[in-house]
């Protein structure tokens, strides 16, 4: 399986934004652009696997802007790393106001997706070719980022596996929360 550039799997997808995908506030709602996204990071992922993928996880939904109806929105879709059956695809989305041409940056996020065979089964994707260092700072950061968050999981993991209630009460001093069980009851995990 030779390897493929990251130029090769590069996907855009753009859509008009139609007044059917306004929410209660008249804007673009959330779950709309949410879904352009799945699908450019399947098509990207699954361009570069020559396979069919799944999205595992979803990283980094930040709704930076808000997009209008009537907007070209574009989403910039290119695989960013590859593991054995998995790929991380970053997704660049902006939208454009066609009476002015205004493009403003709206979205980032980053789609793990797994390669799977006709039988459901995860099959290896084909290497990453790294052309430049911009493409290589896109995989370096991945690897990274990836860390990051499997040791914020485990720290949280271990938070939660630890948790004594009269000793956190203090943490929801100023919190917007009321306790209505007995503070002094001893604790059992569920």
């Given amino acids: 399986m030779s390897p493929r550039t990251v130029a090769f799997s590069r996907t855009r997808l753009t859509e008009l934004m139609v007044p059917s995908f306004a929410n209660f506030g008249g804007k673009v709602h959330g779950g709309i652009i949410l879904s352009l996204m799945d699908k450019v990071a399947y098509a990207c992922a699954s ?62 996020s980053f789609f793990t997706m797994v390669a799977k065979d006709d039988n459901g089964v995860p099959v290896k994707v084909p290497e990453l070719e790294l052309s430049n260092p911009h493409e290589m700072r896109h995989f370096v950061t991945t690897i990274k980022r990836n860390k990051v968050k499997r040791e914020a999981q485990a720290r949280i993991q271990k938070e939660h596996d630890d948790f004594i209630p009269k000793e956190d009460f203090v943490l929801l001093d100023k919190q917007r929360c009321t306790i209505t069980f007995d503070k002094d009851a001893s604790y059992t995990q569920e």
């Fill in 47 to 108: 361009k570069h696997a020559g396979a069919y993928c799944v999205t595992v996880t979803v990283d980094g939904v930040e709704f930076l802007q808000p997009v209008e109806v009537g907007e070209l929105l574009s989403l910039d879709a290119t695989v960013h790393y590859v593991g054995n059956t998995s790929l991380v695809v970053g997704i660049k989305v902006t939208s454009e106001n066609i009476k002015t041409n205004k493009v403003k940056h709206t979205n980032n």
